[in-house]
């Protein structure tokens, strides 16, 4: 008998049919002697429907309270897990149902973007012994003041990983609407392959570039805690054999696993969401970057990829990343804040560019990585804007409109396709 944590996402919340077919396939676990918790999200559309409600009062978001938002949103989840109880119990399956403060869920004050503190484990053991079956609302939490909070888009796989730490449970099954994790998005490259096995590095490299799979901090969890975390569809037929099922998807794991993949580059990521933005002629001395992005991290605006370039006669052209939505806030904050404060001339913004990313932990003992992704851009005409590395990956920033010719390319230059690899 294991203890395990099912995340179901918002598709296979989607009808009462599809929160029907959850209750069957959680009742085939229960009945092969597994003690089941649940972590579901809203239904597909629902929390932004219920947002856009609160747009149509008030169509200026930088006016609405942070705190009512969190409100509004949480109560999507809240259906979910009354639904999926009523639908288990319908079928003769004990179950019971919490939201986060019921838990409670612990998070700090930073509403729509909160994070988890700490979550007490009692009420849910206590029903788990009593051979119930406990469904908890994702994606929100309670701070110290008692105000309902959120953790912002796709919290729900954060708020998974995390009971599945709280609890010590065995694996976290994260159910969507793909069937594991690929070499990169199928859509955009017909022979992309389902990966077996990926380690949590790659994954939070993978998460952290754009791949849609999970969210990121539910990536930080899982290796953090060293929670086994299976990626896998919830549109099978729910009374699959569960062995078949168990097994299915892509399992993230860890790397001294013996029967990892041992490939140098296990995908291609892209993300869309990038906007670049670059200060000109910054006076080059000491404290001048955190003059320009202690402004951006007040305004809570987060920062990805950075370059300073070379000192020239005392000034340097400063740039960096950000989300495509919050470009407009940062371009105000540096206008109104900085520009003037440190005596740029000018600051330029570009919110047409896109970052694709080469991962993998074989780079750790492969050289020639860089060097055959430059090589494929450039003979495909893709002119580099930008560069980043960590251990594992190598990011690049380029115009939008070569996105998908980029990851294509680089696919077939790095045989993503098959198993052998082309360097």
Not at 249 to 267: C, H, K, N, P, Y
Request: aromatic share 4%; with cysteine; hydrophobic share 40%.
């Amino acid at each position: 008998m294991a203890l395990v944590v099912h995340k179901y996402g918002g598709t296979s919340m989607g009808s009462v049919q599809r929160i029907q077919n959850v209750a069957q396939r959680v009742t085939k676990w229960v009945k092969a002697g597994h003690q089941v918790v649940i972590v579901p999200s809203a239904m597909s559309g629902d929390t932004n429907r219920l947002l856009g409600l609160a747009k149509e009062i008030n169509p200026d978001a930088a006016d609405m309270s942070p705190r009512e938002l969190d409100m509004i949103a949480a109560t999507g989840e809240q259906v979910s897990v009354g639904l999926l109880a009523i639908a288990l119990q319908a079928i003769g399956t004990d179950a019971v149902s919490y939201t986060g403060w019921q838990v409670p869920v612990k998070t700090n004050n930073a509403f729509t973007k909160a994070r988890i503190e700490s979550i007490d484990d009692t009420r849910i053991k206590a029903d788990l012994a009593q051979g119930r079956v406990v469904i908890v609302t994702g994606f929100q939490g309670v701070d110290a003041d008692n105000n309902i909070t959120t953790l912002g888009r796709g919290g729900s796989d954060t708020s998974a990983v995390a009971i599945a730490a709280a609890i010590g449970a065995d694996e976290c099954l994260i159910y969507t609407d793909v069937d594991g994790v690929y070499t990169t998005d199928p859509r955009v490259v017909e022979t992309a392959r389902r990966l077996n096995k990926v380690t949590f590095e790659e994954m939070l490299e993978m998460a952290s570039l754009g791949s849609k799979i999970l969210q990121i901090r539910s990536v930080e969890f899982a290796g953090k805690y060293r929670v086994k975390t299976r990626v896998l569809s919830s549109l099978t037929d729910p009374n699959i054999d569960i062995n078949i099922e168990a097994n299915s998807g892509t399992l993230i794991t860890f790397e001294e696993d013996d029967t990892m993949e041992q490939a140098v580059i296990s995908g291609i990521a892209f993300n869309r969401d990038e906007a670049k933005i670059t200060l000109m002629q910054v006076p080059d001395h000491p404290g001048i970057a955190h003059k320009i992005l202690g402004p951006i991290s007040n305004a809570n605006i987060d920062v990805d990829m950075i370059i300073q370039n070379q000192s020239n006669n005392g000034t340097t052209d400063f740039s960096f990343t950000v989300h495509r939505n919050e470009y407009k806030k940062a371009m105000e904050v540096l206008q109104n804040e900085v520009v003037d404060t440190i005596n740029a001339t000018q600051v330029i913004g570009d919110n047409q560019v896109c970052k694709v990313s080469a991962v993998g932990i074989g780079m750790r003992s492969h050289v020639g990585v860089a060097s055959l992704m430059f090589e494929t851009l450039s003979k495909s005409g893709v002119n580099i804007q930008m560069i980043s590395t960590s251990e594992i990956k190598i990011s690049v920033v380029i115009e939008d409109k070569y996105m998908e010719l980029a990851v294509r390319e680089l696919h077939k230059a790095f045989g993503l396709e098959t198993q052998d690899q082309a360097i």
